[in-house]
């Protein structure tokens, strides 16, 4: 909201451009894009922590101990300085020039129409032209788009492997219950979905976006739609659980289409069926690393006691 990004690819640059609502100190201005970086990696971070937490739940629970207590600071401290680095590389790996300068003017004069007062830029300048008008790779920037690169391709090989390992490793442990095998069933397609949805989204975007300048792909305005897809994402994620997963996508149906047309048919039946899914999805997500299978049956688990259950998740 306070950086309003636009993303554009002219020649041999790729720019994230800041249009500013406040007129800020040179340093301020150079700040905040380079927060924005900083988030955008910690996004990249969390995404993996998140798969590799599942992986361990699942298929190494005798190791979920080191998802708790003070080690959640270690993972704290890994993730921080990962996105930590990126930041500092948009910060001081490419800086703005004169050549970069009067890149920029023509970029926002022609393609956005904007103030050149009230826009700032970093720079990825993948080459620099020489008098004799020979290209040369920008050593600096190079350096810069290579920490990007092992960060983006950190996240993705965790994310990838620790996906595909928990979706086999749960399929191998299908519970015994007709309800169970098929609740489990969603929850493979639910993680398989939203490990393609990333890639889509986020991964496979990003890292066209900065392949772009070095095979001379001028996007210009049109690299902005990684600006789209990087807001999107995190709000259609969870939709992916909400409507794969039966109960939770009948319940949204019935308060939210139905309700008013159903409200008398809504049967004690269905209502327990929607309890025990609840309570079966808590304790494949939470209670399975402790027990490393499923033993009870969905119609026992309708007299657990939700609160309980809350608690200890």
Request: proline share 4%.
């Amino acid at each position: 909201m306070i950086l309003r990004p636009l993303i554009h690819i002219y020649d041999d640059t790729l720019w994230l451009i800041q249009r500013k609502r406040f007129d800020l100190s040179p340093g301020l201005t150079r700040l905040i894009p380079t927060m924005y970086c900083w988030c955008y990696a910690m996004s990249f971070c969390l995404f993996a922590l998140q798969f590799l937490y599942r992986y361990v739940a699942v298929c190494k629970p005798h190791l979920v101990v080191f998802f708790t207590g003070y080690y959640f600071f270690y993972w704290l401290a890994l993730i921080l300085s990962l996105a930590t680095s990126w930041g500092l590389a948009a910060a001081f790996m490419f800086p703005q020039t004169n050549r970069t300068t009067e890149s920029f003017l023509y970029v926002i004069n022609s393609s956005y129409d904007l103030d050149p007062y009230w826009t700032s830029y970093v720079a990825y300048k993948y080459f620099d032209t020489d008098e004799n008008r020979v290209r040369h790779v920008n050593i600096l920037s190079f350096f810069g788009v290579l920490q990007h690169g092992l960060v983006i391709s950190l996240s993705f090989g965790t994310l990838f492997y620790c996906g595909i390992k928990t979706y086999l490793n749960i399929k191998e442990h299908v519970g015994m219950s007709t309800k169970t095998r098929s609740f489990q069933l969603q929850l493979f397609r639910a993680l398989v979905v939203q490990t393609c949805l990333s890639m889509i989204m986020m991964y496979i975007p990003i890292g066209f976006m900065f392949s772009c300048p070095y095979f001379d792909l001028q996007l210009g305005a049109v690299t902005n739609y990684q600006t789209v897809m990087a807001q999107l994402y995190p709000g259609i994620d969870p939709f992916v659980v909400l409507l794969i997963i039966d109960s939770y996508r009948k319940t949204i149906l019935y308060f939210f289409v139905f309700r008013s047309e159903t409200t008398k048919n809504f049967s004690c039946l269905e209502c327990t069926d929607l309890r025990c899914s609840i309570v079966l999805f808590f304790e494949i997500i939470f209670l399975f690393p402790r027990q490393n299978t499923i033993t009870r049956e969905p119609q026992h688990l309708v007299n657990l006691d939700f609160d309980e259950i809350f608690r200890i998740c």
